[in-house]
């Protein structure tokens, strides 16, 4: 997704390695005829965005390094993805305060994952943490 590509995967290779990759997919029932726009647009982001990946893993060490600052568990980043653990009480609280102000999470149990990708800048990393700080110190009223 920090490529900006429409699906979450693109498959490389050498042209005896993708016909092996499209048979596989027929095999178990991946075949789609509209293929050709998605790829396209795969191709794109691989000639387009790649050389910004690291201002994501930049945008995540930023967002796990403050957020672990601030008190909270956090694990990682990996690559961009920073997972921040929850008492089991604050799960719905944080995800509606979140909400609220335009930050979407999504939970897995306790956990929280984080992702910057494309579309997250630098400043919206310090309105994510400023909101992790609100919600920490109960100010859900603002």
Known sequence: KGLGA??????CGPREFIDEARRWRKVVGGGWRQAGL???AGIVALR???DRLCEDHT???QLARELRQ???DVDGPHTNMVFVSLAKEAKNSIVDFMEKRGIRLFVRG?????VTHLDVSTEDVATVVDAFRDFQMGNQDQ
């Open 6 to 11: 429409p699906v979450g995967s693109v498959l």
């Open 38 to 40: 998605l790829a396209a």
């Open 48 to 50: 387009s965005h790649v």
């Open 59 to 61: 945008h995540a060490e």
């Open 70 to 72: 601030l008190g909270y």
């Open 110 to 114: 306790q956990i929280l994952r984080l």
